[in-house]
């Protein structure tokens, strides 16, 4: 049944978020040319060109293919100097079936320039042609690539790190959780950066208020993204697809928690935070006022969305440097 309830957030969102606003009403949408995953991804690749483009150059960035069990995974390896003090693996958003490294470049790019570190970005296999846990277990298969050849590639995988944003923020949690429950050491995980993840909440007061077209994020939007993921008859209960009935509370790795004041995930982020701080887990929890879910990808017009990836790079270097 379709209700009126939910808030009208774009009454309330700040005037930077209005600006990306305003910018999709200027322009003619990339709209997909039907309902198939490729269309949709396709759409989406296009739209995020825009948004990646005048990137900040590097020291050097290469395209790595790795081998795992079910499929080669391309990788893109960015090094803002030549030498750094600590890899950090990035899994991208898109609700587990939209996105690659090019739609996220800009913020991987960010992200190696802000932290100093040579981020990984994981072209991990998209769903539903790729069922959970395939994408966890191809991140794992990476670090351990990137583990064992890190003299080959002069990389520090003495120290690491995950980040992610939305689907990528539960992925790269759950991939933790994966290595340290299955006792696989790929090196010291010194911090975990998590931009408005989702962690297996199935209903909140945020999901009840907010989400809507503009967003990609009604609730039906949301049960497509986890069917396509679990499948039909997967379950929402699994430990690293619903976090939280993963073991919490203990050898967790400092975490920065961010999310958007506008997002149905809100509840994720602030469950998750809440959580870990009871539990004494490392934690800084940072809301962004006034802005939508994905607000991570409009830096080139919004200096929340650049100094957000700033804060998370900030995180990261702090846990490395004290």
């Known amino acids: ?29 990339v709209e997909p040319t039907d309902e198939s ?76 320039l802000y932290s100093g570190c040579t981020v990984i970005g994981v072209d991990y296999s998209l769903s539903p042609e790729a069922r959970y846990p395939q994408a966890i277990e191809e991140a794992v298969a990476v670090c351990q690539f990137y583990s064992q050849h890190a003299e080959k590639y002069s990389l520090n995988m003495h120290r690491i790190g995950f980040a992610g944003d939305s689907a990528g923020a539960m992925l790269s949690l759950a991939t933790v959780l994966w290595l340290r429950d299955k006792q696989i050491y790929c090196g010291d995980v010194c911090a975990v950066l998590l931009w408005y993840g989702l962690y297996g909440l199935q209903d909140s007061s945020s999901r009840r208020l907010y989400g809507g077209e503009w967003d990609g994020l009604r609730r039906e939007d949301l049960q497509e993204y986890d069917n396509a993921y679990l499948g039909e008859q997967g379950s929402r209960e699994e430990p690293y697809y619903c ?80």
Not at 287 to 313: C, E, K, V, W
Request: hydrophobic share 35%.
């Open 37 to 112: 995953y490729a269309a949709q991804r396709l759409a989406y690749n296009e739209d995020r060109r825009y948004w990646n483009a005048n990137a900040p150059e590097l020291f050097r960035v290469e395209d790595m293919t790795v081998k795992t069990a079910k499929c080669d995974v391309v990788t893109r390896v960015y090094h803002p100097i030549e030498h750094t003090p600590a890899t950090l693996f990035y899994l991208h958003g898109g609700g587990f079936i939209l996105g690659n490294l090019d739609t996220h470049d800009r913020i991987m790019r960010l992200l190696a």
């Open 243 to 322: 976090l939280f009935n993963n073991d919490l509370t203990r050898d967790i790795p400092p975490c920065f928690i961010a999310s958007a004041e506008y997002d149905p995930l809100l509840d994720d982020s602030v469950t998750l935070f809440q959580t870990f701080q009871s539990h004494k887990i490392p934690c800084e929890y940072r809301m962004y006022p006034g802005t939508l879910h994905a607000f991570l990808h409009y830096s080139r017009i919004m200096p929340t969305a650049d100094n957000a990836i700033r804060d998370g790079a900030e995180y990261l270097k702090k846990q490395l440097f004290g």
């Open 1 to 29: 049944m379709k209700t009126t309830n939910k808030i009208n957030v774009l009454d309330l969102i700040s005037p930077e978020m209005q600006k990306v606003i305003q910018y999709y009403e200027q322009q003619t949408s």
